[in-house]
């Protein structure tokens, strides 16, 4: 359903020398209808980036971006607008991803508005149905966005999404700026609405938890580009690349007496203006060989879908 | 917000004068045809230049027109003529801003160039160059006072909408379809509006000393319409005859912008600092 090839964006940065910040550097990965595909990766590693391209908020540098075999960065305006519905995504900070002047039943209504969806009469109904489903109470309607909590907002940006019934949703880390308890029921959410609609989503994190309850694949970016791609279970049971090894080894463990190995990575991400040579994990990674850092190791499927960039898994 | 202005403004005892001033001017422009005791218009040769008396409470002009009733009306023709005017400059100032913040890049610069002349230009003497090609009529001077005045407001609008442009929902509304003039108009005006209301206010009293300013000059309402500026003008040849036809309108267009003053004076003081300080220029 969505195929993402070579994917691209260079922000130029400088105002004398042209340098440029490599956000995504050559992403390519698939989404099946009514899959969900989780993307990890540390902070600055460009994942906020990689779901706004997909919806062609930004522009890519280069690449391109299949939906249902449409590649939509050579829509044009008008066609882009008319696809635009079937592609939703779902912010970080429900605070400000509503219009503080407007209520909450407004900004619901906004999207049925704006593609006619029910008629004027059926739409006081489809709203209150919205609200009911994502689990708000009627009296929120008249309320502004600044009266209501985090939790509560982002479930109203919820129903104000599946007004115009998306077939794509980007999640860009909807639950990382709420309570945690907050955060379980807006998972729970979350995989309700994504069944009812046979929804396809991009899943962005940086939690490994939330990642393996929501998600059926995974995909692991560093510094802008994938390192390791596959099923979430088979990730999680075995995760090749020493960069997924050392996230997962981060995921706290309840148990006390458990036994584990903790694998702790040196120093700082890098700059991405000045990415380092051949795999640009070398420099945090503790198996390095003389390769890793001449030659920039390629995607390599080792089975099952399992792909991996790593020159120890020849 | 809003209502903390409102309390605040309570608490400024020259703000609430100017509150109930401004009330009365209204009151006295809505009703003027109820409040005067004759025609502005009417012209009476056999009463002309009369001081104050009962018949005629302020005294008449040069052409027997009863001065109470053309301050009464005059009221209509400055307010009505000063509130126009600051709207004008305001949908202009605020759709200009908002273009430019919005769509950035090139057309941005352009705006901003032609903004940073605009306000590098002594404004009154743009204003009158205008006003003079255009010919003189109040139409026509609300109009050279629209092209000179916008570029205030357009500089403000477009900062709050550079800051704004940047929220998330602005991203979302994209995302749902939004054309860009929708969005302009439904998400981002709606939330960079406040300030530029309060700032017209602040703005109305010297806004109204200009209209008459510039009526005196002979540019703006030209007899016989009764407006404060032109009486002026009108009653200068008089000045030492019959001084009460420059003293009443003048004290008119005196108290008017008082009023405006310590209403802006309240509202700014009222406001968020961050206003204040743009407001300081």
């Not at chain 1, 990382?176 to 009812?196: G, H, Y």
């Not at chain 1, 390192?227 to 088979?234: A, H, I, L, N, R």
């Not at chain 2, 009476?44 to 027109?65: A, F, V």
């Not at chain 2, 302009?184 to 010297?206: E, F, K, L, Q, Y």
Request: with cysteine; hydrophobic share 45%; charged share 20%.
């Amino acid at each position: 359903m969505i195929k993402v090839e070579n994917l691209k964006k260079y922000f130029s940065t400088g105002m004398f020398s042209k340098k440029y910040v490599r956000a995504v550097d050559g992403l390519s990965f698939a989404i099946e209808k009514g899959e969900t595909l989780g993307l990890v990766g540390e902070s600055g590693c460009g994942k906020t980036t990689v779901g706004r391209l997909i919806l062609r908020l930004i522009e890519p540098t280069e690449g391109k971006i299949f939906f249902k075999n449409t590649n939509i960065l050579e829509l044009n305006k008008k066609d882009l607008r008319k696809l635009r519905p079937k592609m939703q995504i779902i912010f970080q900070d429900p605070d400000s991803s509503l219009d503080p002047r407007m209520k909450i039943g407004e900004s619901i209504a906004e999207p049925l508005k704006l593609y006619n969806i029910v008629s004027k009469n059926g739409r006081e109904e489809k709203i209150s149905e919205l609200i009911e489903m994502v689990g708000l109470n009627p009296e929120h309607i008249n309320r502004y966005p600044h009266e209501l909590s985090g939790g509560q907002n982002q479930r109203a940006v919820i129903a104000r999404i599946l007004a115009i019934n998306p077939k794509f949703i980007v999640a860009d880390e909807p639950t990382s700026s709420l309570d945690v308890n907050v955060q379980a029921q807006m998972l729970f959410l979350l995989k309700k609405v994504r069944e009812k609609f046979g929804l396809t989503c991009l899943f962005i994190s940086h939690d490994l938890e939330v990642i393996k309850v929501m998600t059926d694949k995974i995909a692991v970016m560093y510094l802008g580009k994938l390192v390791e791609v596959g099923k979430t279970s088979d990730i999680f049971n075995g995760a090749v690349h020493p960069y997924t090894q050392a996230l997962l080894s981060a995921i706290p463990v309840l148990d006390p007496e458990a036994k584990r190995k903790r694998i702790v990575l040196g120093g700082e991400i890098p700059n991405p203006i000045n990415p380092p040579s051949g795999c640009s994990f070398h420099t945090r990674c503790p198996y390095r060989e003389r390769i890793c850092e001449i030659e920039e190791p390629m995607m390599i499927d080792i089975g099952d879908g399992h792909q991996v960039a790593c020159h120890l898994n020849r | 917000m809003r209502l903390k202005i409102v309390q605040q403004l309570k608490k400024d005892k020259m703000a609430v004068i100017g509150v109930i001033i401004i009330l009365i001017l209204a009151f006295l422009a809505i009703f003027a045809p109820y409040l005067s005791l004759y025609d502005p218009m009417e012209v009476n040769m056999e009463n002309r230049l009369l001081t104050p008396s009962e018949k005629h409470p302020l005294g008449t002009d040069q052409l027997g027109r009863d001065l109470l009733s053309r301050i009464v009306y005059g009221t209509r023709v400055s307010i009505a003529a000063a509130t126009m005017a600051t709207l004008m400059i305001m949908i202009f100032g605020v759709t200009i801003g908002a273009i430019a913040g919005y769509f950035g890049g090139v057309v941005d610069q352009a705006i901003m160039r032609v903004v940073d002349v605009l306000l590098a230009f002594p404004s009154l003497i743009l204003t009158i160059a205008i006003a003079g090609i255009l010919g003189p009529s109040l139409m026509n001077l609300i109009i050279a006072m629209t092209a000179t005045g916008w570029v205030g407001y357009s500089r403000i609008i477009r900062g709050s909408v550079l800051s704004v442009k940047e929220k998330e929902f602005i991203e979302a509304a994209r995302a749902m379809g939004c054309g860009n003039l929708y969005i302009i108009a439904r998400h981002i005006i709606p939330n960079v509006i406040s300030p530029v209301i309060v700032i017209a206010t602040i703005d109305m009293g010297h806004t109204i000393l200009s209209i008459t300013g510039l009526s005196f000059l002979g540019l703006g309402a030209q007899p016989p319409t009764p407006e404060w500026g032109a009486m002026l003008n009108d009653g200068k040849s008089f000045m030492t005859t019959a001084p009460h036809l420059m003293i009443f309108p003048g004290l008119m267009i005196m108290v008017v912008v008082l009023a405006f003053n310590f209403l802006g004076d309240g509202l700014r003081d009222a406001l968020d600092p961050r206003l204040r300080q743009v407001m300081m220029k």
